[in-house]
T-cell receptor, first 115, second 112 residues
Framework: GAVVSQHPSRVICKSGTSVKIECRSL??????MFWYRQFPKKSLMLMAT?????????EQGVEKDKFLINHASLTLSTLTVTSAHPEDSSFYIC???????????FGQGTRLTVV | AQSVTQLGSHVSVSEGALVLLRCNYS??????LFWYVQYPNQGLQLLLK??????LVKGINGFEAEFKKSETSFHLTKPSAHMSDAAEYFC??????????FGKGTKLTVNP
C-alpha cells in the first residue's frame, strides 16, 4: 500500500516554543491530508483538513493560530504547534487519502511532549 | 452526517478464542466502512474496508467483517486470536467525502 511518512516520531520542547511536524506521502500525490490529535485512551479527533495550495479547513474548536497547517506541495503537509503549552502534549497523526472510497494511509504519528 | 459507535472499550479473549469487536454506524448516505488497528505509539494500519461490493469483507491477519445494513453494523471478527492481535482497533465511516469519522476504539487484550 501507499506510504505516508511523518517526522519526527517523538519531540520534547519547552513551553512557549514552536514545533513543526512534517507529513509526506512517499509514493502518491495527496491533494488532501488530514491532521488528527489523539488523547490517551481516546479516539482520533480530526483537527483540520489540509488542501494543497489553499488554506486548511479547521474543525470547530481548533485554534487556527495555534495549529498552523501548510500544504505547499502534493506530497508535503506540515503542522506547526505555536507557543506550545503542556496541554498541547499529545499524539498527532497525519493521514492522506485518495479519491473516495479509497482508504486513508496514516503516518506513524508524533508524540509531542511540552515541558 | 456520519457517526460510529464501538461497543466495549476493552475486550479480553484467550489465545485461540474467537475475537468479536462490535461497530455500529450511522450515515445519511450509503457508507464506506473501515477497520483500522493501532499498536502503541504508532499510526493506524488498515485491516479491511467495505465499499459497497461484497458484504462480507476479508482483511489482513485473518480478520473479516460483515456489513449488515438492516442492523447498521460492521462487526470485526477473527476465528482464533493470536497474542500479536493485542492492540487498539478503530472502526471508521465515510459518507463519500474524504473525511473519516472514527469510533472511540476498542482495546483488545489476548490472554495466554
Amino acid at each position: 500500500g501507499a506510504v505516508v511518512s511523518q517526522h519526527p516520531s517523538r519531540v520534547i520542547c519547552k513551553s512557549g516554543t514552536s514545533v513543526k511536524i512534517e507529513c509526506r506521502s512517499l509514493d502518491f500525490q495527496a491533494t488532501t491530508m488530514f491532521w488528527y490529535r489523539q488523547f490517551p485512551k481516546k479516539s482520533l479527533m480530526l483537527m483540520a483538513t489540509s488542501n494543497e495550495g489553499s488554506k486548511a479547513t479547521y474543525e470547530q474548536g481548533v485554534e487556527k493560530d495555534k495549529f498552523l497547517i501548510n500544504h505547499a506541495s502534493l506530497t508535503l503537509s506540515t503542522l506547526t504547534v505555536t507557543s506550545a503549552h503542556p496541554e498541547d502534549s499529545s499524539f498527532y497523526i497525519c493521514s492522506a487519502r485518495g479519491p473516495p472510497p479509497g482508504e486513508a494511509f496514516f503516518g506513524q504519528g508524533t508524540r509531542l511532549t511540552v515541558v | 452526517a456520519q457517526s460510529v459507535t464501538q461497543l466495549g472499550s476493552h475486550v479480553s479473549v484467550s489465545e485461540g478464542a474467537l475475537v468479536l469487536l462490535r461497530c455500529n454506524y450511522s450515515s445519511s448516505v450509503p457508507p464506506y466502512l473501515f477497520w483500522y488497528v493501532q499498536y502503541p505509539n504508532q499510526g493506524l494500519q488498515l485491516l479491511l474496508k467495505y465499499t459497497s461490493a461484497a458484504t462480507l469483507v476479508k482483511g489482513i491477519n485473518g480478520f473479516e467483517a460483515e456489513f449488515k445494513k438492516s442492523e447498521t453494523s460492521f462487526h470485526l471478527t477473527k476465528p482464533s486470536a493470536h497474542m500479536s492481535d493485542a492492540a487498539e482497533y478503530f472502526c471508521a465511516v465515510s459518507g463519500g467525502s474524504e473525511k473519516l469519522v472514527f469510533g472511540k476504539g476498542t482495546k483488545l487484550t489476548v490472554n495466554p
